[in-house]
């Protein structure tokens, strides 16, 4: 089984900056895709950033120069530095994970993705 715990969130003024942080644990053989997501209240759950297993990134347009993706495929961790915080990054943040769990997986170099259960990232005056 694949495990992630996120942490970093909490409570952030207008033009602050907080970091998160996603360990993965379990049975990993190879990492590829991860990224972050997000889902405020009322509304569908929607892509913040990704990173590709060879550095790609994409970033959803409103982050785009604010926030910045990255990952230590040793320690099986991804960060989402977010700055200049804005109301409207109110949300519940959640990291994905794409990870091979043995090798028939690894060997197509496709795995299943898997999710943490979020942490709260709160941005008011």
């Known amino acids: 089984q694949v495990q992630l715990v996120e942490s970093g969130g909490g409570l952030s003024q207008p033009g602050g900056s907080l970091r998160l942080s996603c360990v993965a644990s379990?049975?990993?053989?190879?990492?590829?895709?991860m990224g972050w997501y997000r889902q405020a209240p009322g509304k569908e759950r929607d892509m913040v950033a990704t990173?590709?297993?060879?550095?790609?990134?994409n970033y959803t347009h409103s982050v785009k120069g604010r926030f910045t993706i990255s990952r230590d495929n040793a320690k099986k961790e991804i960060y989402l530095q977010m700055n200049d915080l804005e109301p409207e990054d109110t949300a519940v943040y959640y990291c994905k994970i794409n990870a091979a769990t043995d090798l028939l997986q690894r060997l197509r170099g496709v795995g299943l993705d898997y999710w943490g259960k979020g942490t709260l990232v709160t941005v008011s005056a």
């Open positions: 379990g049975s990993i053989v190879s990492l590829y895709a």
């Open positions: 990173l590709t297993h060879d550095g790609a990134t």
